[in-house]
């Protein structure tokens, strides 16, 4: 069985500012992928960052960067420089033999 | 590339009749495409997992009568809620997997908003 925990119903940053968005997760697949997927208002689902769970190297996109701790089964999504354009609820996803989300963090951002 | 399209994008319809949804790979071929609901301010739930040209798999607790899911196509799922009822009322996501190098990642429609009266 997988599971996925966002501890953090909501979560504000200043623009400008960094702010972390916490995950962890549990899973029995050997082989597993984590993804952090955004939802604006419009309600489409965006693809921020994935991580592949035999990588070490922690993922990155241009502001968006993973901390993995595979050990800890830990997956926080950073998001540096943060943007009006940030706001949204975020999800943390986990596949090992289907695509398994956390409750979401909705992320205000204040100008 | 990789664009999911769904249809309709919202729907009001009476109790006791039956809606369809379409769900389209636009310009790749998706061999796997999920369904999922999605209540206000909560998460996406997993209703089946639709493979084209056999029968969906359905996630416990969801009915297989009551939601019909069709994968004619390398490109095409549909969901029809039959019968809907208000409590059917919510957002319905459907999502394609591309395969190859980018096989577990899932590209998402748009969502059609379900209101039923």
């Known amino acids: 069985a997988q599971t996925v925990t966002q501890s953090q119903p909501e979560m504000s940053v200043q623009e400008a500012e960094t702010v972390t968005l916490s995950c962890t997760y549990d899973t029995s697949e050997s082989d597993y992928y984590l993804f952090w997927y955004k939802q604006p208002p419009s309600r489409q689902m965006i693809l921020v960052i994935r991580q592949e769970a035999y990588k070490q190297q922690n993922a990155t996109e241009n502001r968006f960067s993973v901390n993995f701790q595979k050990a800890a089964k830990s997956f926080s999504l950073k998001i540096s420089d943060s943007q009006l354009g940030d706001a949204a609820m975020y999800f943390c996803a986990s596949y090992g033999n289907k695509l398994v989300f956390g409750a979401g963090t909705i992320l205000r951002v204040k100008s | 590339g990789a664009v999911v399209s769904q249809h309709p994008s919202w729907v009001i319809c009476k109790s006791g009749t039956s809606v369809k949804i379409e769900c389209r790979s636009l310009?790749?071929?998706?061999?796997?495409m999920f369904w999922y609901r999605q209540f206000p301010k909560q998460s996406l739930m997993l209703m089946a997992t639709?493979?084209?040209?056999?029968?969906?798999?359905?996630e416990q607790g969801v009915e297989k009568d009551k939601f019909l899911i069709n994968h004619a196509s390398l490109t095409l799922s549909t969901l029809t809620v039959t019968s809907a009822h208000p409590e059917d009322s919510s957002f319905y996501i459907c999502s394609a997997n591309a395969g190859g190098h980018r096989g577990n990642e899932q590209f998402f429609g748009p969502g059609t908003r379900l209101t039923v009266l």
């Open positions: 639709s493979n084209e040209g056999s029968k969906a798999t359905y």
């Open positions: 310009d790749f071929q998706a061999t796997t």
